[in-house]
């Protein structure tokens, strides 16, 4: 059974760059398509950006400036960094994972809430 | 970007109701949809797939339809831990974008 994990600071200063990981076991990183996927307290989902696992990174354009997706294999981690961070940045930030480069999303962590504030 | 309007915002019905929600994409998307089910504090679960395939362990009892620009998903029966937001999501180009979701309550 896959397994994904996000893991990192649950406090960021505004202005500051947000960091997370996501862990994924009980199945390969490779071969598989891998998302970060936010919701901010009380409302929808919102798609981050998706990374390959050669690599291929697809990022929302409204964040496509600030945001960073990247691929550790031999971790079975991908990570995500998204730069000068705002109160409106405050979410659960999840990690989820797709088969094809056309599919929707199967597996989800559990999510991880951030909360940007001074 | 590719707009998804998920009607209504929100329904209250009865455990044994019929239950439809619609999703409809600003341009054609073939069958690329997917709907998930989110109960609070708890991440999206799949419910379908491909607009109509069921997720392998989803009861019978959730089927979806549509093609193009207009999908639904049915409840043909509520039960009780059917009572979450229902969120759909296209995945036929980027950015991937879903709908704004579904609240389903208890009347």
């Known amino acids: 059974q896959v397994q994904l994990q996000e893991s990192g600071p649950g406090l960021v200063k505004p202005s500051e760059t947000l960091s997370l990981t996501c862990t994924v076991s009980?199945?390969?990183?490779?071969?598989?398509?891998w998302s970060w996927i936010r919701q901010p307290p009380g409302k929808g989902l919102e798609w981050i950006g998706s990374i390959s696992y050669s690599g291929d990174t697809n990022y929302n354009p409204s964040l496509q400036s600030r945001v960073t997706i990247s691929v550790v294999k031999y971790k079975s981690q991908f990570s995500l960094k998204l730069s000068s961070v705002a109160a409106a940045d405050t979410a659960v930030y999840y990690c989820?994972?797709?088969?094809?480069?056309?599919?929707?999303?199967?597996?989800w962590g559990q999510g991880t809430l951030v909360t940007v504030s001074s | 970007d590719i707009q998804m309007t998920q009607s209504p915002s929100s329904l209250s019905a009865s455990v044994g109701d019929r239950v439809t929600i619609t999703c409809r994409a600003s341009?054609?998307?073939?069958?690329?949809l997917a709907w998930y089910q989110q109960k609070p504090g708890k991440a999206p679960k799949r419910l379908m797939y491909a607009a109509s395939s069921l997720q392998s362990g989803v009861p019978s009892r959730f089927s979806g339809s549509g093609s193009g620009t207009e999908f639904t998903l049915t409840i043909s029966s509520l039960q009780p831990e059917d009572f979450a937001t229902y969120y759909c999501l296209q995945h036929n180009s980027y950015p991937r974008t879903f709908g704004q979701g579904t609240k389903v309550d208890i009347k």
């Open positions: 009980g199945g390969s990183i490779s071969s598989y398509y």
């Open positions: 989820a994972r797709f088969v094809t480069y056309g599919d929707s999303f199967d597996y």
């Open positions: 341009q054609g998307i073939r069958n690329d």
